[in-house]
């Protein structure tokens, strides 16, 4: 039986959806982290596995701190993929998480908890985080990059997150950026996806080696030059790697295209780069904020600050509280 909730004062427990990891986290109404919880999701167990464990992270996060799930006022669920927001499903399922096509998971969790749950895509809920309680707060009009292993979008405007029709809105990374581009996995081809995610990075680097370009990578990968991570690129360009630091560079040229296009149709007051690679700080920003600056129509370069995110990898659940309590208002 689903509670009735009244005051507004109650937390919520959010929770990140990822390919590799849940993470979970108990919030208080005033935005405040009062726990967090992180374990593997181990998709290749399947979805009911995961569903069970994701369960058992919120059970044990609230016995941890002496709650129970009556009094929680909502459940904030941040997952990758094609969302639709209004209907709490996964319609179509993030290559992280592969299977998860169709899946009513707001209801899921809903029926096994008790307690109203809400499902919003962990690219939006990342913007959400940051506008709310990270890199933008205070500031109305916020779009956030998210650059793994694929690049993700989330657009705030008018201090509200914007979802599209059905929650797909943001998808930045499929944005077309080269119109006779490389083939990309969502059927689209020339994505910025392909050229500027830590997948694009370290394919641009290992291609680069395979012409004969030199580069500490290879010793990095222990000479197995296709098991190069965009994550070693990071570290061989910030420790001085010519070949790396090019391979930074290209992403970071189009990343800014993908910038100046967005900020092009929104006028944002803001623009966050988040993710993993937003680790690589100034050597993946600069560059796309130079463009930004001069290549828009002046009156959004003019107003448009480009910056990283204040919130690292707990954006999503961030976000996925903050909407869990909106929701919860507009109840
Ligand atoms: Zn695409």
């Not at 999701?41 to 996060?61: F, K, P, W, Y």
């Amino acid at each position: 039986m689903i509670k009735t909730v009244s005051p507004k004062t109650e937390p919520v427990v959010a929770v990140d959806i990822g390919g590799t990891k849940i993470m979970t986290a108990l919030f208080k109404a005033d935005g405040k982290m009062l726990a967090k919880d992180v374990r593997p999701t181990l998709v290749s167990e399947g979805v009911d596995a995961v569903i069970e464990r994701l369960c058992a992270a919120i059970n044990e996060i609230l016995a941890d701190n002496k709650m129970s799930l009556s009094q929680i006022g909502a459940i904030g669920i941040a997952c990758a993929g094609g969302i639709d927001t209004g209907k709490g499903i996964v319609v179509t399922p993030s290559p992280h998480l592969p299977g998860w096509a169709d899946l009513p998971l707001a209801e899921i969790v809903k029926k096994k908890t008790g307690v109203l749950a809400y499902l919003v895509n962990d690219a939006s809920a990342a913007a959400l985080g940051e506008q709310r309680y990270g890199a933008g707060r205070g500031v109305k009009n916020l779009i956030l990059f998210t650059l793994g292993t694929g690049i993700g979008g989330g657009i705030i405007i008018d201090g509200k997150l914007y979802l599209g029709a059905r929650g797909g809105a943001g998808e930045f990374g499929h944005m077309t950026v080269e119109a006779d581009g490389l083939q990309c996995d969502c059927g689209n081809i020339g994505c910025l996806e392909k050229y500027a995610s830590g997948t694009a990075v370290a394919r641009d680097a290992i291609e680069r080696i395979s012409r004969g370009a030199k580069s500490s990578l290879i010793d990095m990968a222990g000479g197995k030059i296709d098991e190069i991570t965009a994550e070693m690129v990071g570290k061989a360009a910030q420790s001085g790697d010519n070949l790396a630091r090019e391979a930074i560079a290209r992403t970071a040229y189009y990343l800014g295209i993908g910038m100046v296009n967005i900020v092009n149709i929104f006028n944002p007051e803001m623009v966050v780069i988040g993710g993993g690679m937003s680790a690589l700080g100034e050597m993946i920003i600069a560059p796309g904020r130079k463009m930004v600056a001069e290549r828009p129509y002046s009156i959004n370069a003019q107003s448009v600050r480009v910056v990283t995110g204040r919130l690292g990898n707990e954006a999503g659940v961030y976000g996925a509280a903050a909407f869990a309590f909106d929701m919860r208002r507009t109840r």
